[in-house]
């Protein structure tokens, strides 16, 4: 089992940067890929794949629109998973998840469908003013 708390969320004007960080519990964080997803206001219960990494860190994927915005990385010591925002936008605005693929242990994929992740956080409120 895996347990992930996110925080770091919160209110932020366009432009601005925001960490947030992904707590995980449980013995095999460090052999799981994780990933970032985020449902926006209004569009149901879809979530939107954001970013991923493999278990060692060494392969990244992101969806386009955060390219060059946004960094995954990730601290097996700590048993934590990051994520890094800067130039924020009012449509990243949402409410972000991260999760844990035990489908891809000790791999170099990087998943991007909800579906290949088994352990989700509760979620923390990212809100970009304009």
């Known amino acids: 089992q895996v347990q992930l708390v996110e925080s770091g969320g919160g209110l932020v004007q366009a432009g601005d940067s925001l960490r947030l960080s992904c707590a995980a519990s449980?013995?095999?964080?460090?052999?799981?890929?994780m990933g970032w997803f985020r449902q926006a206001p209004g569009k149901g219960k879809e979530r939107e794949f954001v970013?991923?990494?493999?278990?060692?860190?060494?392969?990244?994927y992101y969806t386009d629109s955060v390219k060059g915005r946004f960094t995954v990385s990730r601290d097996n010591a700590k048993s934590t998973v990051y994520l890094q925002m800067n130039s924020l936008r009012p449509e990243d605005t949402a409410v972000y998840y991260c999760?844990?693929?035990?489908?891809?242990?000790?791999?170099?994929?990087?998943?991007?469908?909800?579906?290949?992740?088994?352990?989700w956080g509760q979620g923390t409120q990212v809100t970009v003013s304009s």
């Open positions: 999760a844990a693929s035990n489908y891809y242990s000790d791999s170099d994929v990087t998943p991007s469908r909800t579906e290949e992740y088994g352990y």
């Open positions: 449980g013995r095999f964080f460090s052999s799981y890929a």
């Open positions: 970013a991923a990494i493999n278990w060692s860190g060494g392969k990244t």
